[in-house]
């Protein structure tokens, strides 16, 4: 069956980075891009972007452009997201999600989260 | 950018009542729409894409239908584990989601 299986929770000062990984079983890793999603506490998800899992080429969504980054080991089936200059509002749980087959962005897959806690 | 604006922020509804929940965009998403539910520390679970088709295993007490810029998800007889989040999203370009109805109990 398919999984996305994340690293855990992290707590992070004002200014650091982190980075969120993303391992991948049941399925060909290359057959279908990945998702990253925010939630912040009582918000909605918010959509950070995608990357093309055959070629690495990420597209990431407006407001998330620059201090995120997404990358790939696709030797190990995994993804990765980076996030630099780490600020309060960075706060949240962060999935990696994946798409139906026909679809990249109908999500039904999706990773357990990772806590990223931003705090001095 | 479509903005989703979804009403009522919330439904106070009892088991066995029907549901209706709205999704409206600013601009139109044809019928690239979804519908998730949301429970407490939980990741969301699909339940319709392309505004209308049931994801696999989803009840069929649970449809949506619309296009363009309105849309809407019913619950027909409300199931206690019914009760949760429930979010829009389009993928027309780029992917957003709207801000959320709590389905609870009355």
């Known amino acids: 069956q398919v999984q996305l299986v994340q690293s855990g929770s992290e707590l992070k000062k004002p200014g650091a980075s982190v980075k969120v990984s993303c391992k991948t079983s049941?399925?060909?890793?290359?057959?279908?891009?990945m998702n990253w999603v925010r939630q912040a506490p009582g918000q909605g998800p918010e959509w950070l972007g995608w990357i093309n899992t055959r070629t690495g080429k990420p597209t990431y969504a407006q407001n998330f452009e620059g201090r995120f980054v997404f990358s790939l080991d696709t030797s190990i089936s995994t993804a990765y997201l980076q996030i630099s200059g780490l600020k309060a509002d960075d706060s949240a749980v962060y999935y990696c999600?994946?798409?139906?087959?026909?679809?990249?962005?109908?999500?039904?897959?999706w990773g357990q989260g990772t806590l990223v806690t931003v705090s001095s | 950018e479509s903005v989703l604006t979804q009403s009522p922020d919330t439904l106070s509804l009892s088991p066995g009542q029907r549901a209706t929940l709205s999704c409206r965009a600013s601009?139109?998403?044809?019928?690239?729409l979804a519908w998730y539910q949301q429970k407490p520390g939980q990741a969301p679970r699909l339940l319709i894409y392309d505004a209308s088709s049931r994801a696999t295993g989803i009840p069929d007490r649970f449809s949506g239908s619309g296009s363009g810029t309105d849309f809407t998800l019913t619950i027909t007889r409300l199931e206690p584990e019914d009760f949760a989040v429930y979010y829009c999203q389009q993928y027309g370009s780029p992917l957003t989601f709207g801000g959320g109805t709590k389905v609870e109990i009355k």
């Open positions: 999600a994946r798409g139906i087959d026909g679809s990249d962005y109908v999500i039904v897959y």
């Open positions: 049941g399925y060909t890793f290359t057959m279908f891009g």
């Open positions: 601009q139109s998403v044809s019928s690239y």
